[in-house]
């Protein structure tokens, strides 16, 4: 029966985007002379929204090639709302050949990088799928109907981690003058890019959770930019399993909307660092000072709490007490929080980690009678 409404919700996906796409866009042989036709999207101000000095604007790294394309194989998503999921498999592929990512394995590519992300009603944390309690309960809510606001998707900025887990560098690209020629460079260069674009006439909303709100874009669509010409982009989309054409001043239309609209992803022999962000968490937007966070001794070694303290300010958290833990056994490092903060365990992680601390366990187990919102115990 589950696999009968898989195949059923598939359908209904494919018909609503065959259908969109028809609109949008012009037969195969006319699709590059389309330069006016427009994303249904809603207008609000944004750097370089409706710029043309974008289109021709130049690196200045040299002249480029004024077309370039990347083969790379087309895939469609397994689930309703999986797309992210099934781009980032296919760029993982293209860059690995890693045989888990192929294209006849999607289903097991795009539950591999599910279950390497958390459940968040914050997108640029993790996955916004609704009240989920387990694996199957998210790949059940994966097959709710596309551009709603609680079965959702997610942002770009949990890919960084994932594209690292794969020996891959992905480098944000922001719209300003140089949209098009970054995302021209990048695929000159052989790099892919994952685009983050939205379809349809909804509005985006902000939803405020317990430490700010954050934006939801209905109809939020996840691409790969594989090629380019003097007019627009070739993307990849896994929504219909083929390759789409969008000139670019549709492209920035619509994924003007998404705090990170574009990763330029690459093959890197090297290892990529952090960097050192302090006070609000530049890609997810979050404020490291909103949660009053405690820490606790649980190795009996004499200012290891301090030096935590010390840590933890430097990087903008607001530090409101020290003390022990229960015992003096912890390894590494625990965090608990209120179910209202889990959010911050995902920044907590990052930060400790370019401090060179390893996060041993962390839970959401807090009663939200504490006087505080986190506590951060210290092991051995």
Known sequence: MRYEKIILGGMVF???????????????????NIQNKQLAVYSYPVSA?????????????????????????PRRQFYNL??????????IYHFTSNPNFAVANESIAEKTLINDVVVSKNPNVGLRMGDTASLEDIYTNLNQKFGGSDYYGIHAPPFFDIFTGYNLVSKPIYINDSTVSSIKQAISSGHLVMAWIKIGYEKPIDDSLSYGTVKIIKGEHAVIISGYDENGVTVMDPGIGAKRYIDYSSLLDASSFFPIPFLEVYRSTYSQTSDLIIGID????????????????????????NQMRDILKDFGYNVVGLGNADNFDYENVSIETKKDF?????ILKKDLKVASFIVATSSADLTDNSNEDIIVIVGK
């Open 49 to 73: 929204k409706n710029d043309t000095s974008v289109l021709g604007a130049q690196t200045s790294v040299g002249v480029l090639p004024q077309s370039f394309e990347i083969a790379i194989e």
């Open 82 to 91: 999986s797309c992210e999921f099934a781009a980032a498999s296919g760029i």
């Open 342 to 346: 889990s959010d911050f365990s995902y």
């Open 282 to 305: 530049t890609p997810t937007e979050i404020n490291r000072s909103v949660p009053k966070i405690y820490v606790e001794n649980g190795a009996g070694d004499v200012g290891v709490a």
């Open 14 to 32: 494919v018909s609503f985007y065959m259908l969109f796409w028809l609109w949008f866009f012009a037969a195969p042989d006319a699709q590059k």
